[in-house]
């Protein structure tokens, strides 16, 4: 079975510095894809960056970057720049060809002014 | 207005009532999810339904149920709940992508409001 695992519960940061999430998986698949969500106060789930496991480049959408360590299992999200609107929790997620998704127990991050 | 919307957004009910949560899109998608979401836990997968006449339980069906009216509504129930049932509930959505390398295919899903549900 997949696992999905986040080993920092909760993580704070300053304003304008970069934070790394970290996630490792486990699965005996070779294609697959893997997801970050951001859930803020509001309690929404937002995609913030997914990354296709056949494809060897980092997913980068603006402030959000990956570092997708496939033989190592490891998939960790950098933030740059980080603003207090990244305050949030954040979940790590794997997806196989079947749609479910399998879900991280959460990292919450806060941004300190 | 919301893609996929999620009645009632907050939700306090008592030990062994029967109750329903309700999710509609707009999306047109056919592939339907109820997910559970407890402090701690992350999101887990109770059922899912990929059309109208498809109905499969996921990590934590038991003391569930579903029922898929039509493609666009999927409604979750709890026959007799009970307190640690008390949780946030998402809906979501998916629909069949094209991959875009032509070896594998993506479908987003797509996540309602959520429905924070306390059973006393």
């Not at chain 1, 909760?10 to 859930?39: G, H, I």
């Not at chain 2, 009910?13 to 992350?42: A, N, V």
Request: hydrophobic share 30%.
């Amino acid at each position: 079975a997949q696992t999905v695992t986040q080993s920092q519960p909760e993580m704070s940061v300053q304003e304008a510095e970069t934070v790394t999430l970290s996630c490792t998986y486990d699965t005996s698949e070779s294609n697959y894809y893997l997801f970050w969500y951001k859930q803020p106060p509001s309690r929404q789930m937002i995609l913030v960056i997914r990354q296709e496991a056949y494809k060897q480049q980092n997913a980068t959408e603006n402030r959000f970057s990956v570092n997708f360590q496939k033989a190592a299992k490891s998939f960790s999200l950098k933030i740059s720049d980080s603003q207090l609107g990244d305050t949030a929790m954040y979940f790590c997620a794997f997806m196989n060809r079947d749609d479910k998704i399998i879900f991280g127990k959460g990292t919450r991050l806060h941004i300190l002014p | 207005d919301a893609d996929v919307t999620q009645t009632p957004r907050n939700r306090i009910t008592k030990t062994g009532k029967r109750i329903m949560l309700e999710c509609s899109q707009t999306k047109g998608h056919d592939r339907m999810y109820w997910y559970r979401q407890d402090p701690g836990l992350g999101l887990r997968l109770i059922y899912y339904s990929f059309d109208v006449k498809d109905i499969n339980k996921g990590e934590i069906s038991d003391g569930y149920s579903v029922s898929r009216q039509a493609q666009a509504k999927f409604s979750l129930s709890l026959e007799s709940a009970i307190p640690n049932q008390t949780a946030l509930y998402f809906c979501a959505t998916s629909d069949l992508a094209p991959g875009t390398s032509g070896t594998s295919s993506y479908n987003e899903q797509f996540f309602g409001p959520g429905t924070r549900l306390t059973v006393l």
